[in-house]
């Protein structure tokens, strides 16, 4: 096994795809709109992962938040709310917000394991401030660091209740970056004690099955290295300072905070202590210098993937039933 997570490049797997992924054999997968149309499609395309793979755990991923990231959505699927709609919500009644937000998430987890999917990369533990970049301060729990874990661990509870592993993101925090990380590096100079507000949340929920890396340079840890390629930042601060043993996965590595090739940017990634790397285009000629620049998945990050993933069993719960208790209680809150 490959330690990495490819994209796939529409919504069937093409012979060259199917190929290609027998021999290398990926940890997991990725999906966006555009391997989206509709419940049975997914389905089917979730089996063949499956049976291509020979492991019913197999990880399957997908962005679902809520709001602007959604890769299903109306009018098959139900549109759900992001992450400042419970934030608003805890300002006004904190428990209620708390009982909105694991419901969301439980009937996220029922919607995406109806379909074969098995992680949801959420919840955001970033922690906004005032000049955070719009592609982040819209999708976050706010700017205080208690409630965003407590948010972050009902969501987490949630999506476990619905039979899908929850990530947290993004690991050490994306809160300070001013420039989305898609289009640019940013680098955050805040010091090593101001930064104590960005780790809180993660140090709260630092046994969660699995979490993402920012691509983001710290001064006060690496002044050399976005946190994604930093083993000082990995090892000291995520996995000793956080305490986080989950499986680490990295941000998509063809975001162009990152620079150099895909094959450069997957072994560095590897190199400096993450457990997979997630490459999400399809690009077959990328796809194919990243397996051959990786090794096979060492054997605590195998341990870590198959930890996670039997962290949850089978999604229970009526959609429609979960979706009436959250706008309940976001109408009491």
Request: hydrophobic share 45%.
């Amino acid at each position: 096994m490959k330690p990495v997570i490819f994209g796939l490049s529409g919504p069937v797997l093409t012979p060259a795809e199917r190929a290609f992924f027998a021999e290398c054999e990926p940890a997991g997968y990725i999906l966006f709109k555009r391997n989206i149309v509709d419940r049975n499609q997914v389905r089917a395309l979730t089996d063949s992962l499956r049976a291509l793979a020979g492991r019913q755990d197999l990880a399957i991923l997908i962005d679902q938040e809520g709001g602007r990231v959604a890769r299903m959505g109306p009018p098959e699927w139900p549109a759900f709310p992001a992450g400042p709609v419970f934030d608003a919500a805890y300002e006004r009644a904190p428990m209620t917000a708390i009982q909105a937000a694991r419901a969301n998430a439980h009937a996220l987890g029922v919607m995406l394991s109806e379909v074969g999917i098995t992680v949801d990369c959420l919840p955001l533990l970033d922690v906004s401030q005032p000049d955070t970049t719009e592609a982040v301060a819209s999708r976050t729990f706010g700017s205080d660091p208690m409630r965003v874990a407590a948010l972050g661990r009902a969501t987490l509870e949630g999506l476990a209740e619905g039979g899908v592993v929850g990530v947290v993101k993004h690991m050490p925090g994306h809160g300070r970056a001013k420039v989305d990380t898609h289009h640019h590096l940013p680098t955050v100079t805040a010091t090593d004690a101001d930064l104590e507000i960005d780790l809180e949340p993660f140090c709260t929920l630092n046994q969660a099955p699995m979490g993402m890396t920012s691509h983001i340079v710290f001064d006060a840890w690496d002044a050399d290295r976005p946190a994604t390629l930093s083993p000082i930042v990995i090892d000291e601060v995520i996995r000793r300072r956080i305490g986080f043993d989950g499986l680490l996965m990295t941000d998509d590595i063809d975001m162009k905070a990152l620079s150099g090739t895909a094959g450069d940017k997957a072994a560095g990634a590897i190199a400096a202590g993450c457990d997979l790397v997630l490459d999400c285009w399809a690009r077959m000629d990328e796809m194919v210098e990243i397996a051959g620049r990786l090794g096979e998945i060492s054997e605590a990050s195998r341990a870590r993937l198959d930890r996670a993933m039997a962290s949850v069993g089978t999604g229970k719960g009526d959609l429609a039933e979960l979706i009436a208790t959250r706008d309940a209680l976001l109408a009491r809150a």
